[in-house]
């Protein structure tokens, strides 16, 4: 099964994926980590990416779909994957059709976590908190500023791209703004049902 979740920041769209991933037992390819681990890594990639995503907007479409490309060519990736913060860009989902296109794959739903974004703030601000009462590092990105820019670049970039797979019939919409286990529940619903589908194929 390979799918894709949609959303802005703070929507929800990591913490679903780790759940998904449990119980499908496929990667989650979050183009966030990767960037992130790199960041860490100090690679010339992390070098160049540092510096945008501190500030809230987005590496450049060459950078993270060549990340993409590397990361599903790996083992764990051949029987499926959820992408979660990939794509961003139109550019990104016409260069994720040409790389399945080129293996003869196919996705399979696209979720969109639908939010209110005048409380994505809030959300934000609280994920920050928990991260520093788990005695975790609290992402630079996740400062209140930096994190409207990054809204704002979702509302720049990357809103064209739910009607892109609308169009195709891919996009599921779901209500983001239910109680986590309620919105895994709804996520289940379709997603179990597509399962059959694809194991009967
Ligand atoms: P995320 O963890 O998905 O919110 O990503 C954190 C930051 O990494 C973003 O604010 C961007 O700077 C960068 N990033 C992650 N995924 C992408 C992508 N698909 N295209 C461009 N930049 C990205």
Redesign the pocket.
């Known amino acids: 099964m390979r799918l894709i979740f949609l959303g802005p920041?703070g929507a929800g769209k990591g913490t679903q994926a780790t759940r998904l991933v449990e119980k499908y037992g496929i990667p989650q390819l979050?183009?966030?980590?990767m960037?992130r681990a790199a960041v860490a890594a100090g690679t010339p990639i992390g070098q160049k990416a540092k510096a945008?995503?501190d500030s809230?907007?987005?590496?450049s479409d060459e950078i993270?779909v060549g990340i993409v490309a590397d990361r599903i060519e790996e083992a764990d990736a051949r029987r499926g994957f959820i992408l979660d913060?990939?794509?961003?860009?139109l550019a990104?989902a016409e260069a994720l059709d040409r790389m399945l296109l080129d293996k003869n794959l196919a996705l399979d739903v696209v979720l969109e976590l639908k939010v209110d974004q005048t409380r994505l703030v809030d959300r934000i601000m609280k994920r920050a908190e928990e991260a520093k009462a788990r005695g975790e590092a609290v992402r630079k990105?996740d400062d209140p500023e930096v994190f409207k820019q990054?809204l704002a670049?979702y509302n720049r970039d990357t809103a064209a791209v739910a009607p892109y797979y609308e169009a195709r019939g891919l996009l599921v919409p779901i209500d983001g703004m239910q109680p986590i286990d309620a919105v895994t529940a709804a996520i289940e619903n379709v997603v179990s049902r597509l399962d059959e589908e694809v194991e009967n194929r």
């Open positions: 920041p979050s183009t966030g980590d960037l945008v995503m809230g907007n987005l590496v993270v913060g990939f794509p961003r860009t990104q990105d990054r670049a």
